[in-house]
């Protein structure tokens, strides 16, 4: 079974609670196989990058190399 990398990058705004939940979401990838991650503080959001392996069996979905999501 084939593995493909993927790097994502999160940005939100700071606030209660927001840390532990993009962590819980992140452990909550079912089928993916988080290599690593870091939490970072700017100004006043919250910068979370991870990579990932996605095994060949997710196939059908499609996944560009870089993701960028802004909340």
Do not use: D, H, W
């Not at 079912?30 to 503080?41: D, E, H, I, K, R």
């Amino acid at each position: 079974m084939e593995e493909r990398g993927y790097y994502a990058k999160i940005v939100c705004n700071k606030g209660e609670g927001v840390a532990a939940s993009l962590f819980r979401a992140l452990e909550s990838l079912a089928g993916f196989n988080v290599q690593n991650s870091n939490l970072v503080t700017v100004c006043n959001s919250f910068q979370l990058t991870f990579t990932l392996n996605v095994s060949s069996s997710l196939s059908p979905f499609r996944f560009n190399n870089s993701i960028y999501l802004k909340y």
